[in-house]
């Protein structure tokens, strides 16, 4: 046979001692022949590259081989093994049936069928892609196929069995080819390196298998094609940039941006991806790739030793497969498979990935019920830090920042000077910070509730220092004073202090309304004032209070509070 000849089909098995993986076809076609007993109709099922055809000629080579056929091990060197591996026998008929469909082929077929074999043993067809047939084909050739001539085997090869008729699949014996493995794979390259002094990198053969897609006949192409682009020395690097993959260094760095919630390096690494010409598509399935190894060392808490290109990685993905969230890691498979759907339906590659990504690692952008939830979620984990990396226009502040006092500076009286202020609060005097600081202490500041406040303690006086019981709570409490932001205290008498809701904000008033999240108040309220004052909720009728005091307030009516819940929730209003 010619050198020139593709590597996957001059190395295509010539026996069963030479097919790699597909134990249980073998073993039942092996015993056929030993014992007499061939089947006069065979269905191969499996994916393209998995060795159906092989197989099918391996079985004709068996029957017919002219030294001892038929025979478990042909000779491979007789002129029946000969012609049946070049395609050239007469006993044994190669079909493609996506082109050879219709009921004139079939009839043919029939015809030819009738003779008996002419060098050989037995007459042997293999029809290709036999899913292609058309249903009146099949019913012209039904009755060929139950009851062929002596010494005729038909082989029915496909990748699609739903779409053989149930008659034609009940009259066959079903054979379903697995994919080869990882391992699998590697071990046919090594094997056809070594025969064609081919040298490979380690590392070179993981990912020629890796690319290949569970197919042998994939991965002795690429082979082919690489010998072909660098000679007889095949690297890593070659294969990267023949195959437009991404190397295991981006493929960790961009996994690494998401967990630290870092949108620039998530842009970075997509950048650096672009630059080196390689495909946003490919780099996306690469990707999934990777997440579904961080997922299964995740469960199983052991790196197979398939899922690695070189041994070194093995440490780094252990810890990366701990560093990732399961919610954040399923959450980012579902938006790069998102993405490549969006892109098979004519989106831009690159765009597309870039935001699958940025989603991943800042799910709270995600303007629908998703960023939502994810920004609750951070408030509940106390998380009111703002990961690395540059702010998006229009994300929240955070809570410091909101109240307008930094993060290391103790509560004041002063009203924020940025985001929003709470409803129906001017900023404070600061010449009355003085005043608070002197304001006697009866009780030290404790979480307990104090017996009774002190005696200048009045409403206009809590009022002032409400935005700092705030930011105390967004210290201890995040998502409770996110509930609060929109209430103001009403009511000072005897002790007993009520806070009011506005009437469209039931839901807060409730969330916030339970005894354990008063005494968090209360709490704030000590570490503010030193008295612990648990407050009631009260919902407003929409009119000031009588005792709410009117100098130098400023009223903020239900219109302007609905816009604030929208901007700072992606909210729309409803009916």
Known sequence: MSESTSLYRRHRPGSFDEVVGQTHVVRTLRNAVEQGKVHHAYLFVGSRGTGKTSMAKILAR???????????????????????????????????????????????????????????????????????????????????????????????????????????????QRFDFQRPSLEQISEVLNRVAAAESIEVEEGAVAMIARSASGSFRDALGTLDQLVAFGGSHVELKDVLEMLGAADADLLFETIDAVVAEDPKQVLLGIERMARSGRDPSQFARDLLAHLRHLLIVQTTGEVPTTFVVTATDTGRMQS???????????????????????????????????????????????????????????????????????????????AAEQQGVPPTTPPTGEAPSQGDPPPAEDPPPAEEEETEAAAPVEEPPAPEVAPAPPTDLNLEEIQRVWPAVLHKLHET???????????????????????????????????????????TVAAAFAAVTGVGLRPTYVLLDGEAPPDTPAPGSEEIDEEELLERLKSEFDAEEVS
């Open 62 to 172: 068996s029957l017919n081989c002219e030294r001892g056929g038929p025979t478990v091990t042909p000779c491979g060197e007789c002129e029946s093994c000969v012609t049946i591996a070049a395609g050239t026998s007469v006993d044994v008929i190669e079909m493609d049936a996506a082109s050879n469909r219709s009921v004139d082929d079939v009839r043919d077929l029939r015809e030819r069928v009738a003779y008996a074999p002419a060098g050989g043993h037995w007459k042997v067809y293999i029809l290709d892609e036999a899913h292609m047939l058309t249903k009146e084909a099949w019913n012209a050739f039904l009755k060929t196929l139950e009851e062929p001539p002596p010494n005729t085997v038909f082989v029915l090869a496909t990748t699609e069995s739903h779409k053989v008729m149930a008659t034609i699949a009940d009259r066959c």
């Open 320 to 398: 990366q497969a701990q560093a990732i969230q399961p919610a954040n890691l399923i959450r980012t498979i579902d938006e790069l498979a998102t993405a490549l759907t969006a892109v098979r339906e004519g989106d831009d590659a690159r765009m597309a990935v870039e935001i699958a990504l940025l989603k991943a690692a800042r799910p709270d952008l995600d303007p629908n019920t998703e960023g939502l939830l994810r920004r609750i979620e951070r408030l509940e984990q106390g998380g009111s830090a703002r990961p690395a990396g540059p702010v998006a226009a229009g994300d929240p502040p955070p």
């Open 477 to 519: 409490a995040p998502a409770l004073a996110g509930a609060l932001e929109g209430a103001r205290p009403v009511s000072f008498h005897g002790g007993a202090l009520e806070v009011g809701f506005p009437p469209d904000m039931t839901f807060l008033k409730r969330n916030a309304d339970s005894p354990e999240k008063r005494d």
